[in-house]
């Protein structure tokens, strides 16, 4: 009973360590996917490249806010207003238009897109398997 816990927790063990593995390798595939592959020097990337993107969509971003913030609710319903139906342009451009429904939208869009990007990217994260050779 014992043993088989042991197993148990050693299998579990080794495939979260088996997925971190698989995970570290496709963050290094994309985001240098030339550069050092060991765990620390791929997590070092990824964060300087989360902070390239970052700093990217500021920059591209600013003609398109208000140089000043909101200053009373008004204004700040209006800008939320505004980017609601930026979003929903974006996302559902025929549909709902409550705030809500939007929202929604956007998540399960998200989502898409990220399984997008993950099964359009599994055939550059796959390592080559060995083909199976007869003695």
């Given amino acids: 009973s014992i043993e088989r816990h042991k197993s148990g927790l050693s299998l579990?063990?080794?495939e979260r360590k088996d997925k971190l593995g698989e995970r570290i390798t496709a963050l290094q595939q994309l985001v240098s996917p030339y550069g050092k592959t060991d765990t620390a020097s791929v997590l070092l990337e990824g964060m300087q490249y989360i902070q390239f993107l970052q700093e990217q969509v500021?920059?591209?971003s600013a003609p398109y806010l208000q140089?000043?913030?909101p200053t009373n609710t008004q204004e700040r319903k209006d800008k939320l207003g505004e980017r609601i139906t930026a979003l929903q342009q974006l996302v559902s451009p025929y549909g709902k238009t409550d705030t809500a429904?939007?929202?929604l939208e956007?998540?399960?869009y998200i989502q898409f897109l990220?399984?997008?990007v993950k099964v359009l990217s599994a055939p550059?994260?796959?390592?080559t398997?060995?083909?199976n050779t007869q003695e």
């Fill in 12 to 14: 579990s063990t080794k």
């Fill in 58 to 60: 500021k920059v591209l």
């Fill in 67 to 69: 140089a000043t913030t």
């Fill in 101 to 103: 429904s939007v929202l």
């Fill in 106 to 108: 956007g998540m399960q």
């Fill in 114 to 116: 990220q399984e997008q």
């Fill in 124 to 127: 550059y994260l796959q390592a």
């Fill in 129 to 131: 398997t060995p083909t």
